[in-house]
């Protein structure tokens, strides 16, 4: 059955770092979204991408993220300047479409720590 | 104002209990209600989702829209251990693809 995969499944890193999440989503799907769970609280919409433009995005997704889709599988979460708060858990999702109902499969999540 | 409420638990019930979770919503403007369960370190897995008020089977699990009380069901029969994760009612408002999640209320059926 396909499914959506990300790497890494837990990233460490230092206030003031770069870092790159990564996701496969499912090969068919047209629709991406990435979320995020801080320890203990509600999953949080960030953005949703479609058509290599976002579609939409919270007031969480401030300049300091960005979304990429680099080649036809891959799509990337940055977040440019880490801080202690964007320690939470970071789901990645994808859809076929947007019409009516389309069901949002999840991937395992990444873990990031920020130290 | 919070969208969507939902009590945290965590909730522990014996195996073969009847098993009721419940979400509030507070803008009308919604089209689709979902559950979705989380195993630890697992992503959310779409269990279900409805469209209109009214009741939606499947197996040992029925989802329940009151949209005159905003009031969001989910109910397990003969739950079993396996059953136990966190489950998370969300919901999509009109027009939009984004999910709007609940707390999540974490259930464990016991042997």
């Known amino acids: 059955e396909p499914e959506v995969t990300q790497t890494p499944s837990h990233q460490v890193t230092q206030m003031g770092q770069e870092v790159i999440l990564r996701c496969v989503p499912i090969?068919?799907?047209?629709?991406f979204y990435w979320y995020r769970q801080i320890l203990g609280q509600k999953v949080e919409f960030l953005v949703s991408?479609?058509?290599?433009?976002?579609?939409?995005k919270s007031e969480i997704f401030d300049d300091q993220f960005s979304v990429e889709r680099p080649d036809g599988s891959n799509f990337t979460l940055k977040i440019r300047s880490t801080k202690l708060e964007d320690s939470a858990m970071y789901f990645c999702?994808?859809?076929?479409?947007?019409?009516?109902?389309?069901?949002?499969?999840f991937g395992p999540g990444t873990r990031l720590t920020v130290t | 104002q919070k969208e969507v409420e939902q009590d945290p638990g965590p909730l522990s019930v014996p195996e073969g209990a009847i098993v009721s979770l419940n979400c509030t919503y507070s803008?009308?403007?919604?089209?689709?209600f979902m559950w979705y369960r989380q195993y630890s370190r697992k992503g959310p897995e779409l269990l279900m989702y409805?469209?209109?008020?009214g009741n939606k089977e499947d197996g040992r699990f029925t989802a329940q829209v009151d949209k005159s009380s905003k009031y969001i069901s989910l109910f397990i029969r003969d739950s079993q251990p396996s059953d136990s994760a966190t489950y998370l009612c969300?919901?999509?408002?009109?027009?939009?693809?984004?999910?709007?999640f609940g707390q999540g209320t974490r259930l464990t059926i016991n042997p």
């Open positions: 999702a994808s859809s076929e479409g947007a019409e009516g109902f389309s069901e949002q499969y």
């Open positions: 409805t469209y209109s008020s």
């Open positions: 969300a919901r999509t408002p009109q027009g939009a693809q984004k999910l709007v």
């Open positions: 991408f479609y058509n290599n433009e976002i579609s939409e």
């Open positions: 803008n009308s403007a919604f089209q689709y």
């Open positions: 090969s068919n799907h047209l629709y």
